[in-house]
Nanobody, 123 residues
Framework: QVQLAESGGALVQAGGSLRLSCAAS????????MGWFRQAPGKEREFVAT????????YYADSVKCRFTISRDNAQNTVYLQMHSLKPEDTDAYYC????????????????WGQGTQVTVSS
């Protein structure tokens, strides 16, 4: 059983930057591909970014490509989402997720989820 805990969400002005962290415990972190998803109230959760177990491959939603970077530190059991050039439409609750397989863009393929951290971007 893997527990995930996100942190780093905040209120930030448009054009600003934030770094989200997701700390994992209770499992072998390097055995899991990790993903970031986001969700606004009343909307479906949407894919943001994913990273391979080794960190050697990443994939991004078109809406965040070139602005967001996913990375991981397997020694620290942590995955990060560095966000730059934030826009009001990036306002959402951000969730990290883990799956004991290859990286994926599909929410239903992830086994473990954190509780989320809120990012609010003001215009």
């Amino acid at each position: 059983q893997v527990q995930l805990a996100e942190s780093g969400g905040a209120l930030v002005q448009a054009g600003g930057s934030l770094r989200l962290s997701c700390a994992a415990s209770g499992g072998t972190f390097s055995s899991y591909a990790m993903g970031w998803f986001r969700q606004a109230p009343g909307k479906e959760r949407e894919f943001v970014a994913t990273i391979r177990k080794s960190g050697g491959n990443t994939y991004y939603a078109d809406s965040v490509k070139c602005r967001f970077t996913i990375s991981r530190d397997n020694a620290q059991n942590t995955v990060y989402l560095q966000m730059h050039s934030l826009k009001p439409e990036d306002t959402d609750a951000y969730y990290c997720a883990a799956r004991p397989s290859w990286e994926s863009v599909y929410e239903y393929e992830y086994t473990y989820w954190g509780q989320g951290t809120q990012v609010t971007v003001s215009s």
